[in-house]
T-cell receptor, first 113, second 110 residues
């Protein structure tokens, strides 16, 4: 069991560039989510999905798109990167939308110049 | 929305000391997790503890949901315990979402 995996580990972008952060889990979890972590702060929810084909916005969704075509994958897209999106991004999953334990991937450190 | 406050924000201890980290939350929750973010940035699950008390080695946690707080105890601290400890509570808004506190930065000196 690899758990939650993320690629890439590090990325540097220029303002205006687009990219996709990849997230996959092999635990057959229905619920997946993306968080960002900024210096000295906790994690803030960007988007989440309760199953294939279903996504919804979290606390800080602006500038990010998501889709969920399979149970395993939940990519996060930055359409036009901005310096304010410099952050560490974490993907997470748990069994379902209810009350159960959530697990996090190793994170992607993104710098936008 | 719900507020999650962790205290103290910073804690510096010598190896072997014990510590208590606190998490207060402003509304009813049906889930609570403690995480350790190590110096490499990984988030490690410590406890899934909506209520009651759990122990895992030198670590234990207690959640009193009716009084809206949780405590994380670390005994006989080791340098590898250094890092940031996060409390996250589950809030049901459609699907349950985890809302994080700001963390407690723990430094264990040899």
């Amino acid at each position: 069991n690899a758990g939650v995996t993320q690629t890439p580990k590090f990325q540097v972008l220029k303002t205006g560039q687009s990219m996709t952060l990849q997230c996959a889990q092999d635990m057959n979890h229905e619920y997946m989510s993306w968080y960002r972590q900024d210096p000295g702060m906790g994690l803030r929810l960007i988007h989440y999905s309760v199953g294939a084909g279903i996504t919804d916005q979290g606390e800080v969704p602006n500038g990010y798109n998501v889709s969920r075509s399979t149970t395993e994958d939940f990519p996060l897209r930055l359409l036009s990167a901005a310096p304010s999106q410099t952050s560490v991004y974490f993907c997470a999953s748990r069994r379902d939308r209810g009350n159960n334990e959530q697990f996090f991937g190793p994170g992607t450190r993104l710098t936008v110049l | 929305g719900i507020q999650v406050e962790q205290s103290p924000p910073d804690l510096i201890l010598q190896e072997g000391a014990n510590s208590t980290l606190r998490c207060n939350f402003s509304d009813s929750v049906n889930n609570l997790q403690w995480f350790h973010q190590n110096p490499w940035g990984q988030l490690i699950n410590l406890f899934y503890i909506p209520s009651g008390t759990k122990q895992n080695g030198r670590l234990s946690a207690t959640t009193v949901a009716t009084e809206r707080y949780s405590l994380l105890y670390i005994s006989s601290s080791q340098t590898t315990d250094s890092g940031v400890y996060f409390c996250a509570v589950g809030v049901v808004q459609g699907a349950q979402k985890l809302v994080f506190g700001q963390g407690t930065r723990l430094t264990i000196n040899p």
